[in-house]
């Protein structure tokens, strides 16, 4: 499986893993091979943000593997020189995206991705269900929050732990293992994923999970598979009657956009807003302006993004009118964000920079830490190269490899799960109900 360096969004997890299912067999050409890891170097050497490559002998690094491309015998053997090359930088948005995999999401679109409804987190040494999806595969099997996830087919989990906290890694165990475990599960539609779990009471149990298309609108972004977007919005009382609207997404895309600035003006009136970026893994920076402006009356700025070449800044774009065209203010009220290991890119620039400016307090565990904006690059054997060219500067601060760490850290134990109580949540209402006891 590979590492996290290379599963930096959810969506190219999803897309290794349902590759894993129906790998096409590919003629191979040496020469080819050697020509696509040069390309690969080559690329990365003209275009990577950081010119001293964090330390590393980026020539010297090119002579030392490139006899293992010469002498690769197949795709496999050259991909894994590429990665390995790739993996040396240390940073995030580093990755090969397979040939085969854009062909195979060409000839049957959206159905490549699919889902057997649950998500799970790295809870001490165990990994557990923390979202079932309704009336998806995993709940009408009877799974539930809390239980935990022993085996996925033939591997056992607390082995794939072990070997996640043996290898070197500039990310937590927590983003590792859930990387390694989460693209397990993935497979394509009316495929079958077999897993081993402990109920409520510690009873083995074994299903064999049927996936279904994944839940949400389809979106593609650049040469990444098919996104599957999720928007919620909901309303929450708090203590003392305090009123929050909740948002939640899953990725920052545009079509959220229109969602997301519909689900505000109906908040409008309300005590405090929450957004839910736990498990949002980022998407298109540029969004971060638009959501930021519901939020600041100013032209703030949120950070800078830095490429070799040049320097531009993320400024907040304040929303003035609704979505007829009133006139309105943005929201002044108390914002929240809440985040976990698997908040990522985006989602965690968007907190440190809204951080920053004292507009919003953070709850929830420190976020992955990949905070670098990368572009796609076609290589001779058609494999796509995304990589990193520009690094987030977020007033000072630079979040590739640490993360954003909350204002008030929460943990979340399996009790909380198999009662249904999310502490998260629940810590950012009483502090959103605090502020409306203050104001008034």
Not at 210 to 231: Q, W, Y
Request: charged share 25%.
């Amino acid at each position: 499986m590979p590492s996290i360096s290379r599963l930096l969004t959810v969506v190219a997890a999803l897309a290794l893993a349902a590759c894993a299912h129906r790998q096409p067999r590919i003629p191979y050409d040496r020469a080819g091979g050697v020509e696509t890891f040069d390309a690969a170097w080559r690329i990365v050497h003209e275009s990577y943000f950081d010119t001293a490559f964090g330390g590393v002998d980026w020539v010297a690094l090119r002579d030392s593997l490139r006899p293992g491309a010469e002498r690769a015998r197949n795709l496999t053997e050259l991909r894994g020189v590429v990665e390995t090359m790739l993996d040396r930088l240390g940073r995030s948005h580093l990755m090969l995206i397979r040939r085969e995999l854009g062909d195979s999401a060409d000839r049957t679109g959206d159905v490549l991705r699919g889902s057997v409804g649950m998500d799970v987190r790295l809870l001490g040494e165990r990994m557990v269900v923390t979202r079932v999806d309704s009336g998806g595969p995993a709940a009408r099997a009877g799974v539930r929050p809390g239980w935990i996830l022993v085996t996925v087919g033939r591997d056992r989990v607390a082995a794939i732990v072990r070997r996640v906290r043996a290898r070197p890694s500039v990310y937590r165990i927590e983003t590792e293992a859930w990387g390694s475990v989460a693209g397990r599960l993935l497979a394509p539609p009316d495929s079958t994923v077999e897993v081993g779990l402990l109920d409520g009471a510690d009873r083995p149990t074994r299903l064999r999970l049927v996936s279904v298309v994944a839940p949400g609108e389809p979106v593609r972004f650049g040469s990444l598979p098919t996104i599957f977007l999720r928007f919620e919005k909901e309303r929450r009382t708090g203590p003392g009657g305090a009123s929050v609207g909740v948002l939640r997404f899953n990725a920052w895309m545009p079509p959220i956009m229109r969602q997301l600035d519909a689900a505000v003006d109906s908040f409008r009136t309300m005590d405090g807003i929450v957004l839910d970026l736990r498990g949002n893994t980022g998407g298109l920076a540029a969004m971060m302006s638009g959501v930021a402006g519901h939020f600041l009356e100013r032209r703030d700025t949120l950070g800078l993004m830095r490429t070799r070449q040049t320097t531009l800044a993320i400024t907040a774009n304040p929303r003035l009118v609704d979505t007829g065209a009133r006139p309105v203010r943005p929201f002044a009220g108390p914002v929240t964000i809440l985040m976990d290991e698997v908040s990522a890119s985006a989602s965690e620039a968007f907190a440190g920079g809204m951080r920053a400016l004292g507009r919003v307090r953070v709850f929830g565990h420190r976020s992955m830490g990949a905070v670098l904006g990368a572009r796609w690059d076609r290589l001779p054997n058609g494999d796509q190269l995304y990589h990193a060219v520009l690094a987030f500067d977020i007033h000072g601060a630079n979040l590739e490899g640490t993360g954003v760490v909350p204002d008030e850290p929460v943990a979340v134990t399996r009790e909380d799960l198999f009662a249904g109580r999310d502490p998260v949540m629940e810590a950012a209402i009483r502090w959103i109900a605090t502020q409306r006891r203050g104001a008034r």
